[in-house]
T-cell receptor, first 109, second 115 residues
């Protein structure tokens, strides 16, 4: 079963424009949701998680249980935001992550 | 910041050969994981390991796969008889404690190419 869906493989925005990377999930319990980022030639790293409700590098993501979504947003994109972004889900009590297929964000100068 | 180290960064092998992918988790971490990513596809969970035994594994992790922590620092993934479809980027990850309140640290990956 596809637990995490990222509908956009590629997303391009101009510098300074708002950006939203979509993530929808399928899970009947209480999931834990994450966004991971992979910059060019770097390792996969945690960007943010819904339980901490934090803003990292200007990015925020709100868990919407009604819409089963966890979209990643930033009001003003920067060139250094260009990267691969993965939404991931962990089921209750489990310690493994289910990843989406990723969205490659390109910020055009 | 401490890092998870993976070697080699690239591995090329013939179909049917055995490969061992090596990982050195962060020193005080107790939980270890292997993930893989086939080109163009999503990152997939393979196995998690704690206290010298497998705690969870996915359906991908069949009898051809095994993991080991031979010396208290290395964490290895062995594929006994590689198949073409094993070609992928393999990521090792570790964290201090179980549960997703703890940050998961990923290695930079080993690109395995099976010819």
């Amino acid at each position: 079963a596809q637990r995490v869906t990222q509908p956009e493989k590629l997303l391009s925005v101009f510098k300074g424009a708002p950006v939203e990377l979509k993530c929808n999930y399928s899970y009947s319990g209480s999931p834990e949701l994450f966004w991971y980022v992979q910059y060019s030639r770097q390792r996969l790293q945690l960007l943010l998680r819904h339980i901490s409700r934090e803003s990292i590098k200007g990015f925020t993501a709100d868990l919407n249980k009604g819409e089963t979504s966890f979209h990643l947003k930033k009001p003003f994109a920067q060139e250094e935001d260009s990267a691969m972004y993965y939404c991931a889900l962990s089921e209750t009590g489990a310690n493994n992550l289910f990843f989406g297929t990723g969205t490659r964000l390109t910020v055009i100068p | 910041e401490p890092e998870v180290t993976q070697t080699p960064s690239h591995q090329v092998t013939q179909m049917g050969q055995e490969v061992i992918l090596r990982c050195v988790p962060i020193s005080n971490h107790l939980y270890f994981y292997w993930y893989r990513q086939i080109l163009g596809q999503k990152v997939e969970f393979l196995v998690s390991f704690y206290n010298n035994e497998i705690s969870e594994k996915s359906e991908i992790f069949d009898d051809q796969f095994s993991v080991e922590r031979p010396d208290g620092s290395n964490f290895t993934l062995k594929i006994r008889s590689t198949k073409l479809e094993d070609s992928a980027m393999y990521f090792c990850a570790s964290r201090v404690l179980d549960g997703n309140n703890e940050k998961l640290f990923f290695g930079s990956g080993t690109q395995l190419s099976v010819l």
